[in-house]
T-cell receptor, first 111, second 114 residues
Framework: KAGVTQTPRYLIKTRGQQVTLSCSPI?????VSWYQQTPGQGLQFLFE???????NKGNFPGRFSGRQFSNSRSEMNVSTLELGDSALYLC??????????FGSGTRLTVV | GENVEQHPSTLSVQEGDSAVIKCTYS??????FPWYKQELGKGPQLIID?????GEKKDQRIAVTLNKTAKHFSLHITETQPEDSAVYFC?????????????FGKGTSLLVTP
């Protein structure tokens, strides 16, 4: 059974640019959540999508947005990139209320 | 909001010894407490979880205990092996039919030496 797939694995962007990250959940999982992981702040919740609707949202600025498609695949977008946005972005999927399965993440570096 | 504290930040044990990682949480409404293991270059992997209606749960060499009154929960790994070396994260959340968001501790870097 395929796991959670995140693309790309690595990304380098310049300040002020925007970026789109992609996540394909495990087949049958309808919920997709996104987390940001940094050495300083640790793992922080960005948002959760279920059946194409944002169900929960973390405390991040409006530059961070996401969406979910009818096949449960999800994308997150960060606009006007700042140096502090450099992080590992993790996507997780889950069936109903069981535990998350995380992908390996997208490592974003902003220069 | 929920605040999760995790200790210690680093832990070094000899192979075969036990390892214990402790976490405290602040929100009494939290009812779901998972533990994740993260190896280098990989995403966190769920290793065990416990819900607030249970005081202890075991899975082979791993056990988790929960004290709701004191708002703390712990991970116990017995007979540690070098492959247990990784960063471990605790988390707390309020699960509902509207999903949940995990509040993570800062992590414990566990090193098991042969």
């Amino acid at each position: 059974k395929a796991g959670v797939t995140q693309t790309p694995r690595y990304l380098i962007k310049t300040r002020g640019q925007q970026v789109t990250l992609s996540c394909s959940p495990i087949s049958g999982h309808r919920s997709v959540s996104w987390y940001q992981q940094t050495p300083g702040q640790g793992l922080q919740f960005l948002f959760e999508y279920f059946s194409e609707t944002q169900r929960n949202k973390g405390n991040f600025p409006g530059r961070f947005s996401g969406r979910q498609f009818s096949n449960s695949r999800s994308e997150m977008n960060v606009s006007t990139l700042e140096l502090g946005d450099s992080a590992l972005y993790l996507c997780a999927s889950q069936p109903s209320n069981y535990g998350y399965t995380f992908g390996s993440g997208t490592r974003l570096t902003v220069v | 909001g929920e605040n999760v504290e995790q200790h210690p930040s680093t832990l070094s044990v000899q192979e075969g010894d036990s390892a214990v990682i402790k976490c405290t949480y602040s929100d009494s409404a939290s009812n779901y407490f998972p533990w994740y293991k993260q190896e280098l270059g990989k995403g966190p992997q769920l290793i065990i979880d416990i819900r607030s209606n249970v005081g202890e749960k075991k899975d082979q060499r791993i056990a988790v205990t929960l004290n709701k009154t004191a708002k703390h929960f712990s991970l116990h790994i017995t007979e540690t092996q070098p492959e247990d070396s990784a960063v471990y994260f605790c988390a707390a959340s309020t699960q509902s039919n509207s999903g949940y968001a995990l509040n993570f501790g800062k992590g414990t870097s566990l090193l098991v030496t042969p």
